[in-house]
């Protein structure tokens, strides 16, 4: 269970509230006011508590679970103990997330205004907006209600964030357009020089990067990740998208809707990702290049040409996953030969 002197626990929720919550079906909940006092994992809950088992390698740990209830889908419903609750759905999963979101819901700002804090007098904040010690915020910035800006995070001249976003301790913003409900982590750079420059024996010529950041609604930047401004065009995150920790996102990058970016990408820059594109840890991606809706990338691997719509790649340069797989079987093979 969550240990209460970080997170703030909501709740109780029943049989039926959890039902609606989530979409799943209850089976083995005779008493539909039955609640329930937290999520916790299937191996330290308790009657009190709600899990979910969604990887049948921890079948085991389902089987002699003392949970109260759980998420589960409907082929395993009945190697369930005894007297556990479960609720049905083909996703345990997701609707386990949505449970656990009611549990411990996002807390929009709280309106208070440290004393430390350096405001400039024409920064416009909406209602409720939390600022903590140290944080700095400039002039003409736009602030949505409920946003909270964390301790020594700085928000430069001009930038506007919408409502219910949070930006994390020591975060840094300029030259960017954010939207509502989006989660700055702690760290993360934004708005800053792209890595743009005329090369040349005399010596390099810095370009000044002239475009923007301009992020959708719902997108999540993990700590340390940096998002530089466009040189003219403007770097654009579409909404819904997550990004991990350390992740390098160059100049002119656009990613459309629900991206998903692991850590330690890096995506040069004027690359084009479409929506729900996949990039696994440690991926590097060439610059100009266009990466089709639903293509996935795995792991380490080095794009270095255009991906079509859903392909899966993989290897340095990637290319599709299964002639990857076959590639490293072969290779395998012939090292076997030569011991």
């Known amino acids: 269970m969550a240990d209460p002197r970080f997170f703030n626990r909501k709740g109780p929720f029943s049989v039926q509230q959890i039902a609606e919550l989530t979409g799943a079906t209850p089976v083995n909940a005779p008493d539909a ?21 969604d990887n049948r390698k921890y079948i085991d740990a389902f089987v002699e679970s003392k949970a109260g209830a759980c998420f589960v889908r409907p082929e395993f419903a009945d190697r369930a103990p005894k007297d556990m609750v479960l609720f049905t759905t083909d996703d345990p999963y997701r609707a386990y ?4 979101t009611a549990y411990y819901p996002f807390e929009p700002g709280n309106g208070v205004i440290s ?8 920064a416009n904040l909406g209602k409720g907006v939390q600022v903590d010690a140290c944080a700095v915020i400039g002039a003409n910035c736009e602030i949505g209600d409920g946003t909270i800006i964390a301790s020594n995070a700085v928000i430069g001249d001009g930038v506007v964030i919408g409502a219910g976003t949070k930006v994390g301790a020591g975060a840094t913003i300029s030259h960017s357009l954010i939207g509502n409900l989006c989660l700055i982590y702690p760290g993360a750079r934004i708005g800053q020089d792209g890595f743009g420059f005329a090369m040349g024996p005399q010596g390099h010529v810095k370009v000044p990067q002239l475009g923007r950041v301009v992020i959708g609604n719902d997108v999540e930047v993990g700590s340390n990740a940096t998002i530089d401004r466009g040189a003219g065009p403007d770097t654009i995150i579409g909404n819904g998208c997550r990004i991990d920790n350390l992740v390098q996102i160059g100049h002119n990058v656009e990613l459309g809707m629900g991206c998903v970016i692991v850590s330690q990408v890096g995506i040069s820059g004027s690359t084009k990702l479409g929506n729900f594109v996949v990039l696994a840890g440690q991926v590097g991606v060439a610059g100009h290049l266009k990466i089709a809706d639903g293509a996935k990338v795995a792991a380490q691997s080095g794009v270095m040409k255009n991906i079509g719509p859903g392909e899966t790649v993989g290897g340095s340069p990637a290319i599709p996953v299964i002639d990857y797989h076959k590639q490293t079987v072969a290779l395998s093979r012939l090292i076997r030969k030569k011991k």
Do not use: G, H, N, Y
């Not at 006011?33 to 088992?53: G, K, N, Y």
């Not at 004393?115 to 024409?122: L, N």
């Open 33 to 53: 006011d039955r609640r329930f006092e937290d999520v916790a994992p299937l191996q330290i809950a308790d009657a009190t508590i709600l899990s979910f088992f």
């Open 97 to 100: 997330a949505k449970a656990a």
């Open 115 to 122: 004393d430390r804090a350096v405001i400039d007098p024409t």
